[in-house]
């Protein structure tokens, strides 16, 4: 028996809840709430552990990728571990819902930094995927790889066969993109990537406007030439989500060499001397359990997870693991040092017809019953997109080399990670800078695995950042300006059009500027010899034995882009190191270049 309710509690873009017009499906089997663990992990029951060839730690972006290829050969046993649950709800399947989850605990790991000092002493909220496929599960599904320049920067920075020329042919591994293979794209990989289907007006007069600009047409971002505008890739296959869980782990799960095991917490490595050589992770609500492996124990929980065990497990900074009381394995002090993120900010203007989001709120339920009715018999329909269809990508200065900026366009406007409903008719760009100059830690704030560690990201610690985001707002209201919007623009309602001075602009950046979701570098790859360096373009932990990190932590800087589909290569063409597998060919696709 299925029931139906309406819930004006869950936001998408703009309007609360689900695309679906707020239908919750409920099915017969309870889903109960888990309670807090309040005993001590010391006093939790003990059960002996069992052996495989690879432990995998964290089930999401990478981690997938990885169970997926080590499981290939049904010689390996590999067992993946997660700490959240499986992905079975729309919520995570709908893409329109992707808001639903962001502050959703049983699906995210809702982390928030230190004040930042530099950005008004505000507290930023990072989601991060807590379930099956991480971050894939909950991000909006815009599949962008970054520049070529990035990855060439990286083998400069130190990791020795990561250029661009050795991650194409992963990103084309990856990946079945719906226009069919070429020398940038593939087309029989386990990711599915799509262009949007919405036609929403508002999406091409953006790519015209920014044309009539100066800016250039870009027919694919992710291809030869990233610099311009034009319409976004996403992760959406048949009207539903690609995570890394869809594509990559559900067809693996029918192996027999392929263990699974979700609401189970990592909390430390276990090491035979300098060696690691399994995992103790804590199952249920007081049970700890041990698992061993006899090849590689591997760590992808993402850019925060990740450093925060391996300091629980005693390699980081000796002298603050002396003060946390935990013993010395490895002195590497590069451990949850260098972290990096993208932020971003709103320019929204009203719009003088009804073609945004708006309409899809609860002031007007029967278009969001309609909507959700529609996704859940065919799968198509308002609900069947992220709504980031169209952006792009532009050089902040002349001197820029590669793109520095980038914009997505949304037909609506959205508040506080999509939990504040839009007030009128209206659309925004999400605009921010790529390669910012500021870094930031993290740190143990105890040393119960349970407790999130300290979150310093360290935003606007650089002025040019500040400079940069400025330009971002100057840009985007230039691109507004322009005649393609003239059948559509209202009143700017960000940040106003009486905010006009730089001292102005910055005291806006400082107030509204938000996280762009794309925490990463802080167990960064490079040479054994740079004493920052975490692990080495093996993906070994330097100084010990047995022990990998394969995610966005590695990362030795941030590449100009959402994190995701770098993520994903960087699993492909860990996973083929790890088994010893000889690299696929270097690409010699050409990268375009500006002439100015």
């Known amino acids: 028996m299925l029931a139906m309710k309406f819930c004006r509690g869950c936001h998408l873009y703009g309007m609360p809840a689900m695309a679906c017009g707020h239908l919750e499906l409920l099915s017969i089997r309870l889903d109960f709430a888990r309670k807090a663990n309040d005993r001590s992990l010391s006093a939790a029951a003990s059960t002996p552990g069992e052996a495989y060839d690879y432990v995998i730690v964290g089930a999401g972006s990478a981690g997938c990728v990885l169970a997926h290829r080590l499981s290939e050969d049904a010689n390996n046993r590999v067992l993946l571990l997660e700490a959240g649950p499986r992905d079975n709800t729309w919520m995570i399947h709908m893409p329109a819902a992707l808001m639903y989850c962001l502050k959703n ?13 530099y950005v008004d002493g505000r507290r930023f909220f990072w989601p991060r995927g807590k379930v ?35 991650c194409l042919p992963y990103f084309r591994k990856c990946q079945t993109h719906e226009l069919g293979a070429n020398e940038y794209r593939g087309g029989d990989g386990p990711l599915y990537v799509s262009r949007g289907r919405s036609r929403n007006p508002l999406y091409k007069a953006f790519i015209d406007a920014a044309v009539q600009t100066g800016y250039p047409f870009t027919d694919d971002g992710n291809g030869y030439q990233q610099e ?32 699974v095991i979700t609401d189970a917490l990592a909390t430390k490595i276990l090491f035979d001397k300098n060696r690691a050589v399994g995992m103790e992770y804590l199952h249920g609500r007081d049970t700890v359990k041990r698992a061993y492996a006899s090849r590689d124990v591997i760590l992808s929980g993402g850019a925060i997870n990740s450093p925060q065990l391996l300091l629980l497990s ?15 394995l490895a002195h590497l002090p590069g451990v949850g040092q260098n972290l990096q993120d993208h932020l971003e900010l709103y320019v929204a203007q009203k719009c003088t017809q009804p073609l945004t989001l708006y309409s899809y709120q609860w002031k007007f339920p029967h278009n969001m019953v309609r909507a959700g009715l529609q996704w859940f018999t065919t799968s198509t329909g308002v609900a069947s997109t992220s709504h980031l269809e169209s952006g792009g990508f532009v050089r902040s200065r002349a001197d820029v080399p590669h793109p520095d900026i980038q914009f997505h366009f949304l037909p609506s406007v959205i508040s506080d990670h ?26 143990l704030r105890t040393t119960d695995p349970r407790q999130n560690p300290i979150i310093e990201p360290n935003y606007l610690s650089n002025s040019e950042d500040v400079r940069d985001l400025r330009q971002c707002i100057r840009i985007s209201r230039e691109i507004f300006a322009q005649k393609a919007f003239d059948p559509f623009r209202g009143e700017e309602l960000l940040p106003g059009s009486a905010t006009q001075s730089d001292r102005d602009l910055d005291a806006f950046v400082r107030k509204t500027t938000e996280t762009a979701y794309h925490p990463s570098c802080t167990a960064k790859m490079g040479s054994p010899k740079d004493p920052s360096t975490v692990v080495g373009p093996d993906l070994r932990v330097v100084g010990v034995e047995g022990l990998r990190v394969v995610d966005a932590s590695i990362m030795p ?40």
């Not at 063409?573 to 375009?592: F, M, Q, T």
């Open 132 to 166: 099956l496929g991480g971050s894939s599960s909950i991000n909006a599904m815009v599949y962008v790889r970054g520049h070529a320049y990035d990855f060439d920067r990286w083998e400069k920075e130190g990791a020795q066969g990561w250029s661009y020329a050795d």
């Open 557 to 596: 800087s941030i590449v100009s882009g959402n994190l995701n589909a770098a993520t994903v290569m960087l699993a492909e063409k860990s996973a083929d190191i790890i088994l010893g597998r000889p690299p696929l060919p270097r690409s010699s696709a050409p990268v375009w270049k500006p002439s100015v």
């Open 418 to 443: 999509g939990q504040k409903p839009a007030p009128c008719h209206a659309y925004q760009v999400h605009v921010g800078t790529m390669r910012p100059l500021g870094r930031g830690y993290l740190k």
């Open 228 to 259: 311009g505008f034009g319409y976004f890739d996403m992760t959406i296959r048949d009207g539903k989500r690609c995570s890394t869980a869809v594509g990559y782990l559900k067809p693996a799960m029918a192996r027999r060499n392929l263990s």
């Open 105 to 117: 605990r049983k699906y995210s790991w809702c982390y928030e930094t230190e004040p930042q000092k």
């Open 314 to 328: 005693g390699i980081g900074n000796g002298e603050d693991l002396k003060k946390m009381g935990i013993p010395v």
